[in-house]
């Protein structure tokens, strides 16, 4: 009898587990950054659904809240709400340097007309929103996408 | 039997200690004032002297910092690092951060990491 409620309480957990590991991965994001001559980069990682709406955030290199506005888009679609960046939240990106992101994101995000977005802004430099935009396919993976400012290229791997 | 004596002496005894730990305070505030007038921490010096440097560029013009610019506030304390730092390339090895928003896009539970080279 006890060994039957045992298997019973295995079988659950394991039918409750499974689906989500299955609709889970791990995807790196690498972002590295020109040789811009100037302090560390801002960047606000986001994503968009088909319609162009605002879905979350992923990451924000920089922690000082008051430099957000400069992240255009990302302020924008957000109104600089630092409850969107919570435990996402990393140090600003400088130049010549590279930045490793690992996050575990819902299988979903791929293939479904979803948007990466990262905007970037430095300081007495110009903002560059919009700087990196890349669909998120499963066929995109490994792909370099050329930034138009102050990203040199950017790269997810799942 | 034993076992009830037992678990009212855990009882007892945690709620003591409940009761001591709600009390704990800092050192800090047990000094009195004046013990705490002759003191100067070193780090308040030092968050002194960056206060001012922060608001200065090469020539003399304010910076990023400037609050008219950037709206910014006057206190670092809960900042990550200061001045034009805050835009510099202090990249920790690895940070690996607490829980990410519940947004939907994250699975519950994981922790994202992130390493500048």
Known sequence: MRIKSLLAVLAITTTLTVPGLALASEVTFTTNMRSYGGDGAYLAYYVTDAQGKYVGSLWMAGGKARYYEHLSGWYRATGGDTGEINGITGASVGSGRSLKITLDLADTLFDAGYELHIDSAVEDMRDSPNEVVVPLTSAGSGQAATGSRYVADFTYTR | ?117
């Open chain 2, 1 to 117: 039997m034993i076992d009830r004596r037992l678990l009212l002496a855990a009882v007892a005894g945690t709620a003591i200690l409940a009761a001591f730990a709600s009390q704990a305070l800092p050192l800090d505030a047990l000094r009195c004032n004046g013990t705490r007038n002759d003191i100067v921490k070193a780090d308040y010096r030092e968050h002194e002297s960056k206060g001012d440097r922060r608001h200065r560029d090469e020539d003399g013009r304010y910076t990023a910092n400037d609050r008219g610019r950037y709206g910014g506030d006057d206190d670092d304390d809960d900042d990550e690092d200061e001045g034009r730092a805050a835009y510099g390339d202090r990249g920790a090895p690895v940070q690996q951060n607490t829980n990410p928003p519940g947004n939907g896009l994250f699975t519950p539970g994981s922790k994202p990491r992130a390493q500048t080279n």
